[in-house]
């Protein structure tokens, strides 16, 4: 299997970074890299990321003075060595053999660009209910109007490069963005696979608040295009802490 460079982008997650790391250290698969890019973050999250050095010794931390999820993913993709990418955001949990079969079927099925459900094991059943729908939308969109979840995205370098990156005047569906302008050239699939995602986005806004907000955009860049002036005042970073709880 190919090597893989594997960008994490941060914003004061020092309580949440830590596990993303401790689950990419038991990883199956073991060509890659990790790329740790922080929003110039106001707590440890650096500090916590940089401790796993050791038992990650291809990591890279890379501190911005400028904050932005675009900025973050193209900086990270701009220090990467290997050709198959990865986008992961901080609080984002990944099974033990998760690159290893993620890797398989991307190879398999000749994937340059895809996404990956989100999984609610372990979670109560609104979180099931939740994840269940927006996996719904993802499923069905795929065909002809492609979205993703950006917390978890793969990506080619090439592809990367010739549709210019992830768009940084978009503040939100950045990553739907991103896989509509792949797949004009290039297949997108969602990986029937799933990684574990912090529901604190749903707790903090709830489940219908959440689902219209993403529903409405999305109907909004389909009949009218995409969103580069903050038309829905959507802010990087707004959730307020809260205990882990994601499994």
């Known amino acids: 299997m190919k ?17 993303l790391m401790e689950d990419l250290t038991k990883q199956s698969h073991r060509e890659f890299e990790v790329i740790v890019v922080d929003s110039n973050s106001a707590d440890a999250t650096c500090e916590v990321a940089s401790a796993f ?22 900086t990270g993709a701009s ?5 198959r990418l990865l986008f992961l955001d901080a609080d984002v949990r990944l099974s033990s053999d998760f690159l290893t079969r993620a890797m398989s079927q991307l190879e398999s099925k000749k994937l340059e660009v895809a996404g990956v459900y989100m999984g609610a094991k372990e979670l109560p059943v609104v979180h099931k209910l939740g994840y269940g729908l927006f996996n719904l939308g993802l499923f069905s969109t795929q065909f002809f109007f492609p979205t993703a ?3 978890c995205i793969f990506s080619t370098q090439r592809v990367h490069k010739e549709i210019g990156g992830f768009d940084e005047q978009i503040t939100l569906c950045e990553d739907c963005n991103y896989v509509k302008k792949a797949s004009k050239t290039w297949r997108y699939r969602l990986l029937p696979l ?8 749903l707790d903090q806004d709830g489940l219908f ?15 009218f295009g995409e969103m580069r002036n903050n038309e829905m ?15």
């Open 53 to 74: 050095s050791e038992s990650l010794p291809a990591l890279t931390v890379h501190k911005m003075e400028e904050r932005g999820v675009s900025l973050g993913r193209n």
């Open 79 to 83: 220090l990467a060595k290997h050709e």
């Open 3 to 19: 090597p893989v460079s594997i960008i994490v982008i941060t914003l004061n997650e020092e309580n949440r970074i830590g596990r």
């Open 149 to 151: 979840v950006g917390a």
């Open 233 to 247: 005042e959507y802010k990087f970073g707004h959730y307020k802490e809260q205990t882990p709880n994601c499994q």
């Open 209 to 223: 608040a959440m689902g219209w907000t993403y529903l409405k955009a999305n109907l909004r860049r389909f009949f």
């Open 194 to 201: 799933t990684f574990g995602f912090d529901p604190r986005r």
